[in-house]
């Protein structure tokens, strides 16, 4: 099976979504949230896609400033090409894109916690997160 990889290719909202509902990622992204979803995708700055011919088979969307942090805060691929190499490869042309000093950050899925202790990433406990609102108020 020939797959494509491009950066920075156009993506819709309705195919993120529909990639996102075809990995296990749709359960934890808005995907009942048509503007949010389309906010996500305008406003990342590195987008690596996985096309099998016009199918969007594979994602990995970051928001970086290409030197020393990015935030690889979506990374899918649909079910039925799962452990076919194509998150490996989406990580690999993602870091290829980056200064060779930035560092690839993600939160993982409890799930894929051995999937990136495998790829060489090391676990960092300290991460937190603030959902809005953020409750704080005028001092």
Not at 98 to 103: N, V
């Amino acid at each position: 099976m020939k797959i494509d990889y491009k950066i920075n290719h156009p993506v819709s909202a309705d195919q993120f979504i529909e990639l996102l509902n075809a990995s296990t990622l749709g359960q934890r992204r808005p995907v009942d949230d048509y503007d949010c979803i389309a906010g996500m995708l305008a406003n990342s700055n590195l987008i690596v896609s996985a096309w099998h011919g016009s199918q969007l088979v594979g994602i990995a969307r970051s928001v970086t400033d290409f030197h020393y942090a990015c935030y690889l805060s979506d990374l899918a691929v649909s079910a039925e090409h799962q452990r076919s190499g194509i998150g490996r490869q989406l990580q690999a042309v993602t870091q290829q894109q980056l200064g060779p000093k930035c560092k690839l950050i993600l939160i993982a899925a409890p799930a894929a916690n051995t999937y990136y202790e495998k790829l060489g990433y090391s676990h960092n406990p300290r991460c937190w997160v603030m959902d809005q609102p953020c409750g704080l108020e005028d001092g």
